[in-house]
């Protein structure tokens, strides 16, 4: 499959993925069960994964979804990401953020640093895609679909520059 002139192979098939997905479901409601659970998917990326996700949730919880927006920091750090669309008071919920793909961790890490000052109960993170190897942020997700090996991969959510979400299965790029 070519992707704005870039060749992609088949990576997790969809079957795979509905596996994890199942999986990640009935750990995360045995876990959550009887606790006030507020899942927060992050736009725009995690759009399918977490639709797949909340099906196999089986215990109550409220589901928001979020955006992760940079903005150029201060310092010259560069991009930091803040979040956005979150408006409800999270004090009372257990937070479980749900991403697509975790890659350098700098997302996810700033994510819960904002989420951490609004006090919820506790905050945990399921990701689909988990590139251990790229990781610069000590995040350390607590239910993972598949750890992937460092390479840039669409569908299921995730773009290459706007294309590729719509797929349902996962794509890599190939290197040779
Ligand atoms: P981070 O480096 O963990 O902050 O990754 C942040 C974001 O980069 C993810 O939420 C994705 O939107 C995007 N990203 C990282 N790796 C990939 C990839 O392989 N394909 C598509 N998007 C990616
Ligand atoms: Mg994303």
Same mark, same amino acid.
């Given at each position: 499959?070519?992707? *704005?002139? $870039?060749?992609?192979?088949?990576?997790?098939?969809?079957?795979?993925?509905?596996?994890?997905?199942?999986?990640?479901?009935?750990?995360?409601?045995?876990?959550?069960?009887?606790?006030?659970?507020?899942?927060?998917?992050? /736009?725009?990326? =995690?759009?399918?994964?977490?639709?797949?996700?909340?099906?196999?949730?089986?215990?109550?919880? &409220?589901? =928001?979804?979020?955006?992760? =927006?940079?903005?150029?920091?201060?310092?010259?750090?560069? *991009? #930091? $990401?803040? /979040?956005?669309? /979150? &408006?409800?008071?999270?004090?009372?919920?257990?937070?479980?953020?749900?991403?697509?793909?975790?890659?350098?961790?700098?997302?996810?890490?700033?994510?819960?640093?904002?989420?951490?000052?609004? &006090?919820?109960?506790?905050?945990?993170?399921?990701?689909?895609?988990?590139? $251990?190897?790229?990781? $610069?942020?000590?995040?350390?997700?607590?239910?993972?679909?598949?750890? #992937?090996?460092?390479?840039?991969?669409?569908?299921?959510?995730?773009?290459?520059?706007?294309?590729?979400?719509?797929?349902?299965?996962?794509?890599?790029?190939?290197? &040779?």
């Amino acid at each position: 499959m070519i992707i *704005h002139g $870039k060749a992609f192979e088949p990576y997790i098939t969809h079957q795979q993925l509905e596996s994890a997905v199942k999986r990640l479901g009935e750990s995360i409601s045995a876990d959550y069960n009887n606790k006030p659970l507020l899942i927060l998917p992050v /736009l725009n990326g =995690s759009f399918m994964f977490a639709a797949d996700l909340v099906r196999h949730i089986t215990v109550a919880c &409220n589901i =928001s979804f979020v955006k992760a =927006s940079s903005y150029q920091g201060m310092q010259s750090t560069g *991009h #930091i $990401k803040q /979040l956005i669309g /979150l &408006n409800e008071d999270i004090s009372q919920y257990h937070v479980l953020i749900v991403e697509d793909i975790i890659d350098t961790g700098e997302t996810v890490h700033h994510l819960m640093q904002d989420l951490e000052e609004r &006090n919820p109960l506790s905050v945990q993170v399921a990701c689909c895609l988990f590139k $251990k190897e790229a990781l $610069k942020q000590p995040i350390d997700p607590q239910y993972v679909g598949f750890e #992937i090996e460092n390479v840039f991969v669409v569908g299921y959510g995730l773009d290459y520059d706007g294309l590729g979400r719509n797929l349902p299965e996962v794509y890599k790029i190939t290197t &040779n």
